[in-house]
């Protein structure tokens, strides 16, 4: 790309992301990365992320709901598994099987709604149990039932039993190891059933770093792979990630001191980061003064002139602080920062 670009633009950079995916497949091998890519790819735009994605070598995509695994599935053509976990009965089942996609079930009835979408090949599907979030998934009290059907609905040809899966709060380790002891009950149990599913997966992005146990036969992972590292946690550089986007504006007016940018909590930027935060300008440190609706203002570093690029976050090598910064500024998380750009703000990739 030699255009320049317009003076207020979230930059994406590709070779940046090709790095973590890498990092991300040397890591949790010989498991396999499934890549999350709900909100639109966390932001970042999924119609360029996905096919970069998989011509990376990504075999698994995670899509959240059906319409955005149908999205994805039209990206990236049929040599791709994609998860589908976030069905309801509006919709199109049918649809969603006859292409391939993967659907995660957490839930007996909607067991038996998949397993009528079929029609001519078996559907698809991985069972999820509930491991302590209490969010959805089958309780382990229900799970022997819920699996002995699954075994039934298998043998008769309509569904095939690809995986058993859970999601865990990666918030206290203690929490974790217990949620993976029901995990492992369930497996035994799904074992029992004469289930033996290729893809059991358990581990979002921290616990599939730190914490090898709770690999399995695939990771689904987002936040690390846009080089979001976790607020609070080690930071990107210790995780051998980087910050994939970067917001980027230029110095519209400078006055007492204070250099004005054209971004403001219309465009996303928290206005509670004032005076906590600060941004790069030509690789200084500037502390963020105001957040106003439209602009902010910052204290301008020496010889600020008009027109300077300034960086509000980004990988960080350019004096501007990454999005899990402002994120531990502010008391939040990385994600909660990056999603909030204004989708309106261009992406530019690189
Ligand atoms: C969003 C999501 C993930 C990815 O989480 P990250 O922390 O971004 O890696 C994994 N699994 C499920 C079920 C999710 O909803």
């Known amino acids: 790309m030699t255009e320049t670009p317009p003076p207020t633009h979230a930059l994406v950079d590709l070779a940046t992301f090709d790095a973590n995916l890498d990092a991300v497949r040397d890591r949790v091998a010989p498991a396999r990365h499934m890549f999350v890519v709900k909100n639109d790819a966390y ?35 049929d040599d791709v598994r994609v998860f589908a976990w976030l069905l309801s009965a509006r919709d199109d089942l049918a649809g969603a099987a006859g292409e391939g996609i993967d659907l995660g079930v957490g839930d007996r009835s909607v067991l038996e709604a998949v397993a009528s979408a079929g029609t001519t090949s078996p559907v698809r599907v991985h069972l999820k149990v509930d491991t302590g979030l209490n969010r959805n998934g089958v309780r382990l009290e229900d799970w022997e039932p819920f699996v002995a059907r699954a075994a039934d609905l298998q043998s008769e040809g309509r569904i095939v039993v690809e995986g058993i899966w859970s999601h865990i709060s990666e918030a206290s380790d203690d929490d974790d190891d217990h949620a993976r002891t029901r995990f492992e009950s369930a497996l035994d149990a799904t074992a029992a059933a004469s289930l033996t599913p290729a893809w059991r997966h358990l581990s979002a992005s921290a616990a599939s770093f730190l914490r090898p146990e709770f690999r399995y036969d695939l990771v689904r992972v987002g936040a690390f792979a846009y080089g979001i590292s976790p607020a609070g946690g080690p930071h990107e550089p210790e995780l051998g990630i980087s910050p994939v986007l970067s917001l980027r504006t230029r110095v519209v007016d400078l006055r007492d001191g204070e250099a004005v ?14 005076g906590k935060v600060h941004v790069g300008i ?40 990454t999005a899990t910064e402002w994120a531990e500024a502010i008391d939040t998380i990385g994600e909660e920062i990056v999603l909030a750009v204004d989708r309106r703000i261009p992406r530019i990739y690189r």
């Not at 970069?52 to 149908?70: F, K, M, P, S, Y």
């Not at 940018?261 to 004032?274: K, Q, T």
């Not at 963020?288 to 910052?298: A, D, F, G, H, N």
């Open 43 to 77: 932001a970042h735009g999924a119609d360029v992320l996905v096919p970069r994605a998989v011509q990376r070598g990504v075999e698994w995509i995670g899509a959240l709901d059906i319409e955005t695994a149908q999205h994805v599935r039209a990206l990236v053509g």
């Open 282 to 321: 030509h690789g200084s440190r500037a502390r963020v003064l105001r957040i106003e609706r439209e602009w902010m203002s910052v204290a301008a570093p020496q010889g600020s002139r008009l027109g300077d690029e300034a960086v509000l976050f980004g990988p960080g090598d350019d004096g501007e602080p």
């Open 261 to 274: 940018l054209p971004l403001g909590a219309w465009h996303g930027v928290p206005s509670i980061a004032a």
